[in-house]
């Protein structure tokens, strides 16, 4: 099953597919990239609130919460 939907980074219609993420072929690629640094950030950092990650990282705190809501990463 496969469904138009909106980009939750830039907005743009891609097509979604089942278990795809919630963004364009173009941005999961940066999306991907992005998680590896904060995941590796927790590590070191493992006690970094959201608001710590979203500035660090220069993203939206919409956007950590993505990644979150993903269970790829799990923050106090
Ligand atoms: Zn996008």
């Known amino acids: 099953m496969s469904k138009l939907a909106n980009c ?3 907005g743009n ?3 979604y597919s089942t278990g795809s993420y919630n963004v364009c072929p173009q941005c999961k690629s940066k999306y991907d990239e992005v998680f590896s640094a904060i995941r590796e950030y927790l590590i070191e950092h493992p006690n970094s609130s959201v608001m710590e990650l979203a500035s660090k ?5 919409k956007s950590i919460r993505s990644y979150i ?7 106090r």
Do not use: A, P, T
Not at 57 to 61: A, D
Not at 69 to 75: K, P, V
């Open 69 to 75: 809501q993903d269970e790829r990463l799990s923050i």
């Open 57 to 61: 990282f220069n993203i939206s705190v």
């Open 8 to 10: 939750i980074r830039c």
């Open 13 to 15: 219609v891609y097509i």
